[in-house]
């Protein structure tokens, strides 16, 4: 969370994309299937060409569940920018997503 | 492992059960908790819940060889690490040794944001993954409630939990869940609704100021096992379940004699003592020396070269020591030689079931031939009477069954009621000597009877004795006019009947003194007679001398006379007879 105890990414930062965006999925449950559909959207539509999504199903990876301290799935970890900030369910609510992506809601009512 | 219930002899199958290692709750749980089910385990803050889960799976590495995983939600690992390590579990060894998973699930409510639709899958992956990866068969999830104040839709959580449960009943694991206590309910969640295998409560109550720990197991599914409250408690070897009462009263007895120390006392039992295992209540009001008759006791066990347990409740050992010093009670060199242990507390300093486990593993650790606790009545302000009764008849029961045989004191408080001790133990101690005052006027005397004695015959005698530089002596029996006599007036009696004896003496020896007298006078009149007597018969046979003499003169006169004139032949002389 603390940028400066990984000078590392800190330094890269301006060289990746804007948004780094991880989310753990399990398989194709109904809620996984939809979330990667439903996130797929949103940054499609407010982060085009400025963020990079890691997509990992956990079933194959288990040993990750407890690295990222998992609990609900699916699981979208914002890593940057700004603080880390976890997205859990099936990002229907379209609202709190971007909310909490830090993207400013287009103009207008959703 | 599944054949931890030997008493229950059945042919049926039983329910397989998983060992705790857990002091005294397998017993109580008749074996262990419901292998591979979940079983809850709830309780208000500071029970103890996650010690006694993390208990559960350090003992199952340890003592059945099952690896366990822990799931904390509420502390890390290093927290949990560090805190039991006080009790000899070394958790970073047991997962360097791959026996065991500790696995921190942080929830963090600012932290989540929730965008929709979702489940706990990746809970499951985690603990699937922490239990394959050791084949552990035990697993503790320690406070699963945490994930409610990191996830508001309880719908779904509920909905989870109980998949939770239901998918480590499949994988066959042998899980703890704990809870924190309800306003009214086992649990604040209601999870008791999804675990209802077994069921365990914990409790913590305070009752005048002092904290008594106390379990219960609400319900156990598929077996019988204790239903009552059990003390337990956090030791420095981790929860210990308090001793349980025997069901039955089938322990062996002994047949053998152990002196009381007194040996005027010894002399009013049939048998010249108490029984070997027998358990004997002293009872008195204040001073009347039930504490030196204790020490008596302990000196004797002691010089018989068995070993001896001293609970004194009242006094510092060095006092107790010097106390029974005066009046010639040598403990000390039964101290220095190990046969006697001398442990002393004040009886507040912690529960009445501290009490009852500290003398547990006292009598473990020492293995007494006797045990003297001084006094009882003191844990009357530990607990209130019901509770010391039980912890009594617990600690009775549980040295009768060891052998051991125990003196208690009791302090009985006013007069004319020492037929009935505070307690009530009187009906479960085998022995009740009765020590009190005798107040008579102006003074107070010890005097000692004994109330029962089960199993022999027993002198019905009220004694009276005194504490003296050599211990403690009983004195004769010394009866009055109105009955026993004891203290001045029994000095008093003694005089009076010493004057009496004397004065008979004295009686004696003047009539004996008159009769001699007599004698003397009746002989001096004797002598006296004779004396008289004799001088008549001298006088009287004087007389008859002279008489003959004359007859003699006469005769030979007539004779001369005669001779001048021849005598007649037909005529006797007369005097010739003469």
Known sequence: MNPFLDPAEFSEEPTGPEYLLHLYITGATPNSTRAVRNIKDICEEHLKGRYELLIVDVYQQPELAQEMDLIGVPTLIKRRPGLVRRLVGDFSNRERVLKALGVAPPAGPL | ?578
């Not at chain 2, 003592?273 to 008759?293: D, E």
């Not at chain 2, 001293?310 to 000390?332: G, H, T, W, Y």
């Open chain 2, 1 to 578: 492992m599944q054949e931890h219930s030997p008493s229950v002899a059945t042919a049926l199958p039983k329910l397989p059960k998983s060992p705790t290692g857990i002091e005294g709750l397998d017993e109580i749980t008749e074996g262990g908790l419901p292998q591979g089910r979940p079983t809850l385990i709830c309780g208000s803050a500071g029970c103890g819940k996650t010690l006694m889960g993390i208990e559960f799976l350090v003992r199952g590495i340890q003592n059945y060889n099952e690896p366990g995983v822990l799931m904390a939600f509420e502390e890390t690992a290093s927290e949990l690490a560090a805190n039991v390590a006080s009790l000899g579990f070394d958790l970073p060894d047991l997962q360097a040794q791959k026996m065991l998973r500790v696995d921190h699930v942080h929830v963090d409510r600012s932290e989540i944001e929730e965008t929709g639709e979702y489940d706990l899958e990746g809970l499951f992956i985690r603990l699937g993954h922490a239990i394959d990866s050791i084949g552990a068969k035990r697993v503790v999830l320690d406070t699963i409630e945490a994930l409610f104040s990191g996830f508001p839709n309880q719908g779904v959580l509920r909905s989870e939990i109980r998949r939770l449960f239901r998918w480590l009943k499949d994988k066959g694991v042998t899980t703890i869940i704990t809870a924190e206590r309800g306003d009214g309910t086992l649990t604040r969640q209601g999870l008791e609704e999804y675990v209802s295998d077994c069921v365990i409560l914990l409790d913590n109550r305070v009752i005048d100021q002092i904290t008594t720990r106390r379990l219960r197991i609400v319900k156990y599914r598929g077996s019988t096992h204790g239903t009552n409250e059990y003390p337990y408690l956090i030791t420095e070897d981790g929860i210990s379940v308090l001793p349980v009462t025997s069901l039955q009263l089938d322990h062996p007895v002994s047949d053998n004699i152990m002196s009381s120390g007194v040996p005027a006392l010894d002399e009013m039992f049939g048998r010249r003592g108490f029984y070997q295992g027998s358990s004997v209540l002293i009872t008195g009001t204040a001073g009347t020396a039930k504490t030196t008759l204790a020490a008596s006791f302990a000196e004797k066990v002691c010089q018989q070269g068995q070993r001896c347990l001293l609970f004194a409740f009242e006094e510092a050992p060095q006092q107790l020591l010097r106390n029974m010093k005066s009046v010639n009670i040598d403990l000390a060199s039964h101290v220095a030689s190990g046969l006697l242990r001398i442990e002393a507390s004040r009886p507040t300093i912690n529960g009445l079931e501290q009490h009852l486990v500290t003398l547990h593993r006292l009598v473990k650790e020492f293995r007494p031939d006797a045990i003297v606790i001084d006094p009882i009545t003191n844990l009357v302000s530990v607990g209130n009477t019901a509770e010391v009764r039980s912890m009594l008849t617990r600690l009775i029961d549980f040295l009768k069954v060891s052998g051991i045989t125990a003196l208690f004191t009791a302090l009985v408080s006013g007069r004319g009621q020492h037929e009935m001790t505070d307690e009530g133990v009187s009906s479960l101690v085998d022995t009740w000597v009765s020590v009190r005052d005798l107040e008579g006027i102006g003074e107070r005397n010890r005097g000692l009877s004994i109330l029962k004695s089960r199993g022999m015959a027993h002198s019905n005698q009220v004694r009276e004795f005194v504490v003296t530089e050599h211990g403690i002596k009983l004195l004769d029996v010394v009866v009055g006019p109105i009955g026993i006599v004891t203290g001045a007036s029994r000095l008093t009696q003694q005089l009076q009947e010493q004057a009496q004896t004397l004065a008979a003496q004295q009686e004696t020896d003047r009539r004996d003194r008159e009769l001699e007298r007599r004698r003397r006078v009746l002989e001096a009149n004797i002598a006296n007679l004779r004396t008289e007597f004799e001088s008549v018969e001298e006088e009287l046979r004087q007389i008859n001398t002279e008489a003959q003499n004359r007859q003699e003169t006469l005769t030979s006169g007539n004779l001369r006379i005669g001779a001048a004139n021849p005598p007649r032949r037909d005529t006797p002389a007369p005097d010739e007879k003469v």
